[in-house]
């Protein structure tokens, strides 16, 4: 299976542009899945919810979603992409699975970021496990990566692949990743962007180096941190099948979650 990522800097408000820049870098790509960053259409740093809603689009009538179809179909190709979506009154700060019919699941990220609070309502859709040319993959959203229950949980619902869209501006997700990959023997592919947005209410960097992470933490491959990159590498999904890190250990099987229940009412936690 070919899988990648494409790193770039979207222009804030400018959602044709953006979609533009995406068609013209992805025209002559020959890969299974590309994930591209968060919010990668709208741009991120929005002023308030007001803004965000006027920026946000439903999937089920989007002409970025319909581009987006387009390019897959072309390319026999499917993305995961960032995706500030509406949803009547709601907006949600979303990642779009996208194949060569269409949208084929909406993830809402479940762990908002700082001032995303403010702007996104919180995601509201379980985690799920969906298939793409025989991989199993697991969507998740940048800040989701602070939170190891949803690689794990993914990974118990048989997710192979992680994808990743992500508009980071903290220093240490890219590590953790590895040890999501680690702890669970799956790949991940982080798909950050890079530049800043500047507005009236101040300016954001982003992190880039956007990465695709082996089963056991291994690096393949990390991008510059200010530089636009489209990446694409064959893995081997047996890799993340076997879920041995020795001959006695089993990394899903040795789990013992009859141990788990009494903190789990203790916190209201799910484990
Ligand atoms: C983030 O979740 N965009 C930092």
């Known amino acids: ?147 190891p229950e949803v690689a794990r949980v993914l990974a118990i619902q048989g997710a192979e692949v992680l994808c990743h869209p992500s508009n980071l501006v903290l220093g240490y997700c890219q590590e953790a990743m590895r040890t999501r990959c680690l702890e669970n023997r799956v790949y991940a592919i982080t798909a950050n962007r890079f530049g800043s947005d500047k507005r009236p209410h101040g300016e954001l960097r982003f992190t880039g180096k956007s990465q695709v992470v082996a089963p056991g933490g291994r690096l393949i491959h990390r991008a510059p941190s200010q530089r636009e990159q489209l990446y694409v590498t064959e893995i081997d999904l047996a890799e993340a099948r076997n879920k041995r890190i020795t001959p006695w250990n089993d990394l899903l099987s040795d789990r013992r979650p009859e141990w788990y229940t009494r903190y789990d009412q203790a916190f209201g936690a799910l484990c």
């Not at 989007?62 to 897959?72: G, I, N, P, Q």
């Not at 009547?88 to 996208?98: F, K, M, T």
């Open 1 to 147: 299976m070919r899988v990648g990522y494409y790193q770039f800097r979207p222009l804030f408000g400018q959602p044709g542009r953006n979609v533009a820049k995406v068609l013209a870098a992805l025209a002559d790509t020959t890969a299974d899945l590309i994930v591209l960053p968060e919010l990668a259409f709208s741009g991120y740093h929005f002023r308030d919810r007001e803004e965000a809603l006027a920026l946000a689009e439903d999937p089920a009538s989007s002409e970025t979603v319909e581009s987006l179809t387009a390019l897959c179909l072309k390319r026999d190709l499917y993305l995961v992409t960032g995706f500030c979506e509406r949803s009547g009154e709601r907006v949600y700060n979303s990642a779009l699975l996208i194949g060569p019919r269409g949208v084929e699941h909406v993830y809402r990220k479940l762990h908002l970021f700082a001032d995303e609070k403010r702007c996104f309502d919180p995601g509201d859709v379980p985690l799920s496990v969906q298939e793409v040319r025989g991989a199993r993959i697991g969507i998740m959203v940048c800040f989701d990566w602070a939170f």
